[in-house]
T-cell receptor, first 113, second 118 residues
Framework: LAKTTQPISMDSYEGQEVNITCSHN???????ITWYQQFPSQGPRFIIQ?????VTNEVASLFIPADRKSSTLSLPRVSLSDTAVYYC??????????????WGAGTKLIIKP | DAGVIQSPRHEVTEMGQEVTLRCKPI?????LFWYRQTMMRGLELLIY????????DSGMPEDRFSAKMPNASFSTLKIQPSEPRDSAVYFC????????????????FGEGSRLTVL
């Protein structure tokens, strides 16, 4: 099971673009990269998932280089409400045996006014 | 759909008492997960079920913990006897191979049950 490394915390300001990078050096061929967001007193919530290159949805973009050993979550024009913990996970969600996604400590993102 | 529903939201009990946490997964989801979250250890997978059958319980800390899923719409996590070190937020999550975004197996979490054992 691939483990991930993320910065423990990051600060930014409203209106800025925030990029959070995650390292996953032992990612397997079939592994997907998934990011979740967790607010205090709530369960984690899916943000975005990708396999390679770039994925974009209504809230974020995910950049994955060709070697897939890292990924970057990009949050455009953040607001105070984006203050949360962000988790990067890797795993093969298509196989029963790999539903044991390992949750790291996540990155605590604090947005300042 | 109302999402994953957990109860109780908060539980305060004394050491040695039995604790039962409950979860109703999203209808149609065939995977159900129990997680525990603490500041020290982060999110830990305790056990997960597929089609009501426990698949992996290697994360269950010890025999004091047990989980059941008698049908597709209900699961329980029981701690007996409870100890202060069991204090944590317990999350239930459900999923299917095509839940949420197609073919992503997105996990949907409940709001958690905050357990305090005195």
């Amino acid at each position: 099971l691939a483990k991930t490394t993320q910065p423990i915390s990051m600060d930014s300001y409203e209106g800025q673009e925030v990029n959070i990078t995650c390292s996953h050096n032992n990612i397997a061929t079939n592994d997907y990269i998934t990011w979740y967001q967790q607010f205090p007193s709530q369960g984690p919530r899916f943000i975005i998932q990708g396999y390679k290159t770039k994925v974009t949805n209504e809230v974020a973009s995910l950049f994955i280089p060709a070697d897939r050993k890292s990924s970057t979550l990009s949050l455009p024009r953040v607001s105070l409400s984006d203050t949360a913990v962000y988790y990067c996970l890797v795993g093969d969600i298509t196989k029963d045996s790999n539903y044991q996604l390992i949750w790291g400590a996540g990155t605590k993102l604090i947005i300042k006014p | 759909d109302a999402g994953v529903i957990q109860s109780p939201r908060h539980e305060v009990t004394e050491m040695g008492q039995e604790v039962t946490l409950r979860c109703k997964p999203i209808s149609g989801h065939d995977y159900l997960f129990w997680y525990r979250q603490t500041m020290m250890r982060g999110l830990e997978l305790l056990i997960y079920f597929n089609n009501n059958v426990p698949i992996d319980d290697s994360g269950m800390p010890e025999d004091r913990f047990s989980a059941k899923m008698p049908n597709a719409s209900f699961s329980t996590l029981k701690i007996q006897p409870s100890e202060p070190r069991d204090s944590a937020v317990y999350f239930c999550a459900s999923s299917s191979r095509t839940s949420g975004r197609k073919n992503t197996g997105e996990l949907f979490f409940g709001e958690g049950s905050r357990l305090t054992v005195l």
